[in-house]
């Protein structure tokens, strides 16, 4: 009865945890059981969808699920917004410094330290199949790629501020407050004057 039960839960959520089926009474060894039978896919640590079921945004799933405290920054949140046409290779994802970060060996987690305005400020929050999506909004995003220029190249930032303003994801009003957050304005503030 409960193996119907939890599957029932998962055909309806998406994605079922640990913590859900404990509400209903249920061991949660049993969601380890029914991955290993073949009627549950491991997803992330204590997160389970059916094996026929591919989430929309199964990536940044499995990237909340992992690190529910981190937020999603930089190329993934390019992605997630569809500002740019780059697949990257692995899940970036902002934690506040002092954070405990957990390693995967299912997902190449790319995780970059934040503190103070720089990680509270322009966070959205999506839900899908009951997970929440922690994601930076795209004005953030290009302020962001703007600070890590370095890391993920002049030319994805320059290309991600005229793809937001150009596709009205974002604004420049937008795009400056958060590039003072960031500490980035002096940077950006040229690229901004050029975007049309």
Same mark, same amino acid.
């Given at each position: 009865?409960?193996k119907?039960?939890?599957?029932?839960?998962?055909?309806e959520?998406?994605?079922?945890r *640990?913590?859900?089926?404990? &509400?209903?009474?249920?061991?949660?060894t049993?969601l %380890?059981y029914?991955?290993? =039978?073949g009627?549950?896919?491991?997803?992330?640590?204590?997160?389970?969808?059916?094996?026929?079921y591919v989430?929309?945004?199964e990536?940044?799933?499995?990237?909340?699920a992992m690190?529910?405290?981190?937020?999603i920054?930089?190329?993934s949140?390019?992605?997630f917004?569809e500002?740019t046409?780059q697949?990257p290779?692995?899940?970036?994802? *902002?934690?506040?410094?002092g &954070?405990?970060?957990?390693?995967?060996?299912?997902? %190449?987690?790319r995780?970059? =330290?934040?503190?103070g305005?720089?990680?509270?400020?322009g966070?959205?929050?999506?839900?899908?199949?009951?997970i929440?999506?922690?994601?930076y909004?795209?004005?953030?995003?290009?302020?962001?790629c703007?600070?890590?220029r370095?890391?993920?190249?002049s030319?994805?930032a320059?290309?991600a501020?005229?793809?937001?303003?150009?596709?009205n994801? *974002?604004?420049r009003?937008?795009i400056?407050?958060?590039?003072?957050?960031?500490r980035?304005?002096?940077?950006l503030?040229?690229y901004l004057?050029?975007?049309s």
């Amino acid at each position: 009865m409960q193996k119907d039960d939890i599957l029932n839960l998962a055909r309806e959520k998406g994605v079922v945890r *640990a913590r859900d089926i404990q &509400k209903m009474g249920a061991s949660r060894t049993m969601l %380890p059981y029914l991955a290993q =039978k073949g009627f549950l896919r491991r997803i992330a640590r204590g997160t389970y969808v059916r094996t026929d079921y591919v989430p929309e945004y199964e990536t940044f799933i499995e990237m909340a699920a992992m690190v529910p405290h981190g937020v999603i920054c930089l190329l993934s949140a390019l992605q997630f917004h569809e500002i740019t046409t780059q697949t990257p290779m692995e899940g970036w994802i *902002a934690v506040e410094r002092g &954070k405990h970060v957990p390693r995967s060996d299912r997902l %190449p987690l790319r995780i970059v =330290k934040f503190s103070g305005e720089a990680f509270s400020e322009g966070i959205e929050n999506h839900v899908n199949s009951g997970i929440t999506i922690r994601v930076y909004s795209p004005a953030k995003t290009v302020a962001d790629c703007f600070k890590f220029r370095n890391r993920i190249g002049s030319d994805v930032a320059r290309e991600a501020l005229r793809d937001a303003i150009r596709q009205n994801k *974002a604004t420049r009003d937008d795009i400056w407050y958060y590039s003072k957050c960031c500490r980035v304005n002096g940077v950006l503030a040229p690229y901004l004057e050029m975007v049309s």
